[in-house]
């Protein structure tokens, strides 16, 4: 079975550019998750989607953080515009369902803000 | 959500069993326990989950008494390999949708 895809793995960008982040879950799973991980700490969860519905995403700065599930499939997490503060890994993860089901994560993509 | 505290580092011999414990005080009749593990440079990766009493896989095993306001996590024989940080999260695992929450974790240590 393959694993959660994200890419990039690794941006620099300066400070007020956009980026955007591409995940792809493992294939039948319903629920979609992005994580922030900002060096020393646990992820941070930014939004979840059951399907291509937002469940969750108090989290997620909205000024400037977007993120979309078209067909229930693929994600992307976009920002726009970056601060200094944005620089973190992005973690994307899916599980089976909601509930208890265990949560598979991709490698991350490590975003520095310059 | 059941807020949880856990250890922030320990350090360990090769061999030697670790256990790590969690509090969660505040764990709801509906909350599981799951436990991930974290390399540096990778994403989280499942461990273990419970609800009561004592769960056990090849990798590890989960002691919960039966008040659930505490877990353990137990690393028989621990190899340098199992140098990672370890997070407790408790979570609604039914109906609805769950919400955990991750918090510092426990950086674990294990000394040749």
């Known amino acids: 079975e393959a694993g959660v895809a994200q890419s990039p793995r690794y941006k620099i960008i300066e400070k007020r550019q956009s980026v955007a982040f591409w995940c792809n879950p493992i294939?039948?799973?319903?629920?979609l998750y992005w994580y922030q991980q900002i060096l020393g700490q646990g992820p941070k969860l930014l939004i979840q989607?059951?399907?291509?519905?937002?469940?969750?995403d108090s989290q997620l700065p909205k000024d400037r953080f977007s993120a979309e599930r078209l067909k229930g499939v693929d994600s992307t997490l976009k920002i726009q515009p970056a601060k200094l503060e944005d620089s973190a890994v992005y973690l994307c993860?899916?599980?089976?369902?909601?509930?208890?089901?265990?949560?598979?994560f991709g490698p991350g993509t490590r975003l520095t803000v310059t | 959500l059941a807020k949880t505290t856990q250890p922030i580092s320990m350090d360990s011999y090769e061999g030697q069993e670790v256990n790590i414990t969690c509090s969660h005080n505040?764990?709801?009749?509906?909350?599981?326990i799951t436990w991930y593990q974290q390399f540096p440079s990778q994403g989280p990766r499942f461990i273990i989950q419970?609800?009561?009493t004592k769960v056990t896989n090849e990798v590890a095993s989960l002691f919960i008494p039966a008040d659930r306001k505490s877990s353990t996590l137990s690393l028989p024989r621990v190899s340098l390999s199992d140098t990672a940080v370890y997070y407790c999260?408790?979570?609604?695992?039914?109906?609805?949708?769950?919400?955990?929450?991750f918090g510092i974790g426990t950086k674990l240590q294990v000394i040749p």
């Open positions: 993860a899916s599980s089976r369902r909601t509930g208890e089901d265990e949560q598979y």
């Open positions: 294939s039948g799973h319903a629920t």
């Open positions: 989607f059951q399907n291509n519905g937002v469940v969750d």
């Open positions: 505040n764990i709801a009749t509906n909350d599981y």
């Open positions: 419970g609800y009561k």
């Open positions: 999260l408790v979570g609604d695992g039914r109906g609805g949708y769950q919400k955990v929450t």
